[in-house]
């Protein structure tokens, strides 16, 4: 009896304090996915909204996509320093600092068209191209994410997190044809402009004030930084930091670039200018558009942490886009507006299902020390593929080449050869969340019995390559 007595009050202590550390971890979780769909309803509204106003400044569609290419190529920069510094500088400080830029570039896109300022804004700051951001929020994210949800919640949290994501870069879309509407009621369509990117860069600066609301779990384990940066020589300290799964990680990477390179050909700003050359469409028709098109990738969030606890999550990336991609395709082949915005529609039904899983796939594969490098490293990769495909989908959107849709049709062609490669690579690899999951299924008893041998065995030939 005394020994029970003196236990109960420990065992009461644990349960209060496991009770505390798991509502921070949800006040972690809810404040994350809040602040990413704060910025995807900016992008959404300046994803639609920068080309058509650009284009409308007199600048041409090689011009466009030449800012476009250079906002992608300071993302790459910015997403290596954060791989490198912001374990040590902070994650929560990292996220201020960006988001007070992303502010900037609202604030400066809102008062000049003067087009070298423009470049300059568009490297050092954050410019949203297209609802679905590539932008270096990403992996501090992906990283703070992962730490606060258990394992066999991670995909359903991913998806979540997403799923907001779309919803509020529908409404941002939406919310593009204000201009427009506002010359009807005598505002001119300057002040409709400014409006919107003092509207973005406000948003920014909400995303930056939540930001310092969250709580130092979401950082990286103190005590594990400390032991890596003394074990490490100097020059490695320029390498991001992959761990055992290093091998595994960058033939990801080098996959993710091709599909990022593609979807560079097809943001949503050249899309949107796309619709507007060549169809004529209003502003106002295009953010009905783009607001359809965001919610019904949204819909196809909540589809695939189902979709994935049946099939997994390597199928679910593969064999949900690899349709997606032959839609796409065939937009450029449609003779009329309706009929190509009723196949882009189409698409994204399933287009986003892979977005959650990839990021559940990634960061299962790594331990928590080595996940903002790995997030940024697979966030470079597409940084990198996705920086030079947009210069080049303007000039393909030149005089009589608009009429051929090229950036559809290249678009379409290399995402189906990285999904195809993805499954040709990856199809043997297992999970142990995916494995805790099958062995709880009577149906498949044959199934357990691969318990991350491959990702394991993968794991010690990158140790032994790296040690030897």
């Known amino acids: 009896m005394r020994g029970s007595d003196f236990g109960e009050p420990h065992e009461v202590t644990d349960r209060a304090q496991a009770g505390t550390h798991e509502q921070s971890n949800r ?56 791989s490198l510094f912001a374990d040590r500088w902070g994650r929560r400080r990292t996220l201020v600092l960006l988001a007070l830029l992303m502010a900037g570039t609202g604030v400066v896109f809102g008062l000049t068209s003067v087009y070298p300022v423009l470049l300059l804004a568009a490297f050092f700051g954050t410019l949203g191209t297209s609802a679905s951001e590539t932008a270096p929020f990403l992996p501090l994210e992906q990283a703070m994410l ?18 907001v994501a779309s919803f509020a870069g529908a409404l941002g879309a939406l919310l593009a044809g204000l201009p427009d509407l506002l010359t009807r009621v005598g505002v001119p369509e300057a002040v409709g402009i400014r409006l919107a990117f003092g509207g973005y860069a406000a948003v920014a600066l909400v995303v930056a004030a939540l930001a310092l609301r969250l709580s130092p779990v979401v950082e990286t384990p103190a005590r594990a930084q400390q032991h890596q940066e003394h074990q490490e020589q100097l020059w490695l300290r320029l390498v991001p930091r992959l761990g055992r799964a290093r091998g595994i990680v960058l033939r990801l990477t080098a996959l993710f670039s091709v599909d990022a390179l593609a979807g560079g050909l097809v943001v949503q700003s050249l899309m949107a200018l796309y619709f507007h050359l060549r169809f ?21 969030f909540l589809a695939a942490a189902p979709l994935a606890r049946r099939i997994g999550l390597l199928n679910t990336m593969v064999f949900t886009h690899l349709p997606s991609n032959v839609l796409l395709v065939l937009v450029a082949f449609a003779p009329t507006f309706p009929l190509a915005a009723g196949l882009l529609l189409l698409r994204q039904l399933l287009s986003q299902m892979d977005v959650p899983t990839r990021q559940a796939y990634t960061m299962a594969l790594v331990t928590p020390e080595a996940r903002t490098a790995t997030a940024s490293v697979t966030s470079l990769a597409r940084s990198a593929g996705s920086a030079t495909s947009p210069i080049v989908s303007g000039l393909l959107l030149q005089g009589p080449l608009l009429l051929l849709g090229l950036p559809f049709i290249l678009a379409g062609t290399l995402k189906a050869a990285y999904d195809c490669s993805l499954w040709m690579l990856f199809r043997h690899t297992h999970l142990a969340e995916e494995q805790s999951h099958q062995m709880q299924e009577p149906d498949h008893p044959g199934q357990s019995a691969h318990v991350q ?3 394991a065995r993968a794991q010690e030939d990158d140790e032994r390559s790296t040690h030897g």
Not at 147 to 162: H, K
Not at 280 to 300: E, H, I, K, M, R
């Open 27 to 82: 006040a972690d979780a809810r404040l994350i996915i809040v602040m990413r769909g704060l910025r995807s309803f900016a992008y959404g509204l300046l994803a639609v909204l920068l080309g058509v106003v650009l284009s409308r400044a007199g600048l041409s569609p090689a011009a466009i996509g030449t800012i476009v290419t250079v906002s992608l190529v300071g993302d790459f920069f910015s997403t290596y320093l954060i």
């Open 146 to 163: 992962t730490q606060t949800g258990a394992l066999e919640r991670r995909t359903a949290l991913f998806a979540r997190y997403n799923l």
């Open 280 to 300: 004529g469409v209003p502003l106002a028709l295009l953010a009905a558009l783009f607001f359809g098109a965001n919610a019904l990738s949204a819909l196809s």
């Open 453 to 455: 041998a491959d990702t």
